[in-house]
């Protein structure tokens, strides 16, 4: 069964960082991009970006790129979500997604003073 | 960035009918490698978002035959026939052609 684990939400200040983590099972993990997706209160989905199967090639959504980095560690199956220079917009359930098709439960990150 | 424009924002249907939701783009999403990179979502309640159809109208894993798929370039159509309750959620659009990947607003479906 493919499950996706999201880890590392909580309560950050504006300017600050955080680092979400994503534990993938239950298929090759290096064999699949994976995305990150978020989804403020209330409305809807914004897809952040995007990393290919070894790490070497990322995409990013205009409204983070340069503050939000995508990484990921294929030896221990988990995708990676550096924030920094977080502004309270940044206030939002983060998924990740192996391309759309399975889904984590999210994470909750709030930015507030 | 390719806007994604969904109707209607919600429906009120009763177990049983069909309902159409329709997802239009501004600008084609046939892709260079000639598939269309067009997918619907259903949020449930409380849930993740989890995929229906993929490029237009492949059927997602465990996905009943009730739902399907059609469309091209700018133009596509989610129909759902016989609606049991288990359907009620949020759908949503998403186009994985251009970048950045955009969604549509999501249309709301209630039970009557």
């Known amino acids: 069964e493919v499950q996706l684990v999201e880890s590392g939400g909580s309560l950050v200040q504006p300017g600050g960082s955080l680092k979400l983590s994503c534990v993938a099972s239950?298929?090759?993990?290096?064999?699949?991009?994976m995305d990150w997706v978020r989804q403020t209160p209330g409305k809807s989905l914004e897809w952040i970006g995007e990393?290919?199967?070894?790490?070497?090639?990322?995409n990013y959504a205009p409204s983070i790129k340069d503050r939000f980095t995508i990484s990921r560690d294929n030896a221990k199956s988990t995708l990676y979500l550096q924030m920094s220079n977080v502004k309270s917009d940044d206030t939002a359930i983060y998924y990740c997604?192996?391309?759309?098709?399975?889904w984590g439960q999210g994470v909750m990150v709030t930015v507030s003073s | 960035d390719v806007v994604m424009t969904q109707t209607p924002p919600s429906l009120s249907v009763a177990i049983g009918q069909s309902v159409s939701i329709s997802c239009k783009s501004s600008q084609s999403l046939v892709y260079s490698d000639g598939k269309t990179y067009l997918h619907w979502l259903l949020q449930s309640p409380g849930q993740s978002p989890k995929l229906l159809i993929y490029q237009v109208s492949n059927l997602g894993s465990g996905v009943p035959d009730r739902f399907s798929g059609t469309g091209s370039q700018k133009d596509f159509t989610l129909k759902i026939s016989r609606v049991e309750a288990e359907d009620l959620g949020v759908y949503y659009c998403v186009q994985a052609t251009h970048f950045p990947f955009t969604f549509g607003s999501g249309t709301k479906l209630e039970i009557k």
């Open positions: 990393i290919n199967t070894d790490g070497s090639k990322t």
């Open positions: 239950g298929f090759t993990f290096s064999n699949y991009w």
């Open positions: 997604t192996r391309g759309f098709d399975y």
